[in-house]
Antibody, heavy 122, light 108 residues
Framework: QVQLVQSGAEVKKPGASVKVSCKAS????????MHWVRQAPGQGLEWMGI????????SYAQKFQGRVTMTTDTSTRTVYMELSSLRSEDTAVYYC???????????????WGQGTLVTVSS | EIVLTQSPGTLSLSPGERATLSCRAS???????LAWYQQKPGQAPRLLIY???SRATGIPDRFSGSGSGTDFTLTISRLEPEDFAVYYC?????????FGQGTKVEIK
């Protein structure tokens, strides 16, 4: 069965960086794009970007351009999302989410990780 | 960027009743790339509907989606106790992918 297992909660100071991992299993890792979505406390869902796990091509939401980097390690079937220059407004649960269709950029998100809480506080 | 506006913000209903949730897009959604997700407290979202009206794997047939262009609807024919949650629509046909602000379905 498909599983996405994320790394544990993080507490960071303003200005620092955080790197969240998402380890995939149960499907052909390189055939499906992976997205990152975040959710601030009590708020809605916000798309951050997408990565092609096979070729590492990425596309980021304009809001996060210059601050976010998504990478992949095919040997461990893991994708990473690093967010830099953290501020209090970045406090949120960060999710990885698998694209539903093979080799396709434009599909719904059919499996989600359990979420990683990142708290930014001085 | 396509802005999705969901209504109502909160829907207060009893088990067994019908729920109708609306999602309106600021411009036409490309190729019917519209999805609905359910989220319960402390959990990740779960895909219910994709391509406007196709149910995801394992989703009961009391959930149905409809619409086209800029107006979309999620209908839950008879609410079960486990259906009380927050529901989000999403368009995934253009970047950035965007979500509505959510509709909370609560027990009356």
């Amino acid at each position: 069965q498909v599983q996405l297992v994320q790394s544990g909660a993080e507490v960071k100071k303003p200005g620092a960086s955080v790197k969240v991992s998402c380890k995939a299993s149960g499907y052909t890792f390189t055939n499906y794009y992976m997205h990152w979505v975040r959710q601030a406390p009590g708020q809605g869902l916000e798309w951050m970007g997408i990565i092609n796990p096979s070729g590492s091509s990425t596309s980021y939401a304009q809001k996060f351009q210059g601050r976010v980097t998504m990478t992949t390690d095919t040997s461990t079937r893991t994708v990473y999302m690093e967010l830099s220059s953290l501020r209090s407004e970045d406090t949120a649960v960060y999710y990885c989410a698998k694209s539903r269709g093979e080799f396709s950029l434009y599909r719904a998100f059919d499996y989600w990780g359990q979420g990683t809480l990142v708290t930014v506080s001085s | 960027e396509i802005v999705l506006t969901q209504s109502p913000g909160t829907l207060s209903l009893s088990p067994g009743e019908r729920a109708t949730l609306s999602c309106r897009a600021s411009q036409s959604v490309s190729s019917s790339y519209l999805a609905w997700y359910q989220q319960k407290p402390g959990q990740a979202p779960r895909l219910l509907i994709y391509g406007v009206s196709s149910r995801a794997t394992g989703i009961p047939d009391r959930f149905s989606g409809s619409g086209s262009g800029t107006d979309f609807t999620l209908t839950i024919s008879r609410l079960e106790p486990e259906d009380f949650a927050v529901y989000y629509c999403q368009q995934y046909g253009t970047s950035p992918r965007t979500f509505g602000q959510g509709t909370k379905v609560e027990i009356k």
